[in-house]
C-alpha cells in the first residue's frame, strides 16, 4: 500500500538554529502533502498545507517565516524550523494522499520528534 | 467538516470486541467517516473509512447508523498493541485530503 516516510525520526539541535525535516511519498506522487504538529497529551494540529511547484498555505497562528516549506517535488516536501527555540519542541508529522481515485485514502508518516535545547 | 464527538477513554479485555462510538450529527450528505488510531510517539494509522452503508476489513469494522448521525467502529478481537488513541474524523471524501483531528479516545486493551 502506499507509504508515506519522514525523516529524521529524532532530532535535538541548539537554539538558534535551523532544521529541516523531509516528508517523502514513496511508492506514489503527492501534489499536496500537510504538516501537522503535535504537542504531549494534545491533539494534532494542522500548521500548513504544501503544494508543489507553488507557496504553501498556512494555518491562522503558525508564523510562514519560521515554519518554511518546500515542495520542490511530487513526492518530497521539507517543513524547516528557523531559528528554534524550546518551545518549538514538539512532534511533526506530515501526511498525502495518492491521486483522486485511489481510495481517498490519507496516509501518514511516521512523525519526527523535535527537541530544541 | 462537522465536528464528532468520542468518549474521552475506554477499556476493553484482550481478545474481546472493542466498540467505539462516535457522535456526528451534522454530518452532511457528501461527508465520510474515518477512522485512525496513534500508538505512542507515531503517526496516526489509517483504519477504515465509509459513506453510509456498513464496511470491514482486515483491521475493523464500521457500523454507521440509518441516519448517519453516528458511527461505531469495532476490532473485533483486540490485542495489546490496539492500546492507542483513536480518532473519528468527518470530511468531504473529495477535498484534497486535510484532516482536523479531535481529542480522541484513548483506548486501553488490558489483559
Known amino acids: 500500500g502506499a507509504v508515506v516516510s519522514q525523516h529524521p525520526s529524532r532530532v535535538i539541535c541548539k537554539s538558534g538554529t535551523s532544521v529541516k525535516i523531509e516528508c517523502r511519498s514513496l511508492?506514489?506522487?503527492?501534489?499536496?502533502m500537510f504538516w501537522y504538529r503535535q504537542f504531549p497529551k494534545q491533539s494534532l494540529m494542522l500548521m500548513a498545507t504544501s503544494n508543489e511547484g507553488s507557496k504553501a498555505t498556512y494555518e491562522q497562528g503558525v508564523e510562514k517565516d519560521k515554519f518554511l516549506i518546500n515542495h520542490a517535488s511530487l513526492t518530497l516536501s521539507t517543513l524547516t524550523v528557523t531559528s528554534a527555540h524550546p518551545e518549538d519542541s514538539s512532534f511533526y508529522i506530515c501526511?498525502?494522499?495518492?491521486?483522486?481515485?485511489?481510495?481517498?485514502?490519507?496516509?501518514f508518516g511516521e512523525g519526527s520528534w523535535l527537541t530544541v535545547v | 467538516d462537522a465536528k464528532t464527538t468520542q468518549p474521552t477513554s475506554m477499556d476493553c479485555a484482550e481478545g474481546r470486541a472493542a466498540n467505539l462510538p462516535c457522535n456526528h450529527s451534522t454530518i452532511s450528505g457528501n461527508e465520510y467517516v474515518y477512522w485512525y488510531r496513534q500508538i505512542h510517539s507515531q503517526g496516526p494509522q489509517y483504519i477504515i473509512h465509509?459513506?453510509?452503508n456498513n464496511e470491514t476489513n482486515e483491521m475493523a469494522s464500521l457500523i454507521i447508523t440509518e441516519d448517519r448521525k453516528s458511527s461505531t467502529l469495532i476490532l473485533p478481537h483486540a490485542t495489546l498493541r490496539d492500546t492507542a488513541v483513536y480518532y473519528c474524523i468527518v470530511r468531504v471524501g473529495t477535498s484534497y485530503g486535510k484532516l482536523t483531528f479531535g481529542q480522541g479516545t484513548i483506548l486501553t486493551v488490558h489483559p
Open positions: 501526511s498525502a494522499s495518492p491521486p483522486a481515485g485511489s481510495g481517498n485514502t490519507i496516509y
Open positions: 511508492d506514489f506522487q503527492a501534489t499536496t
Open positions: 465509509g459513506l453510509k
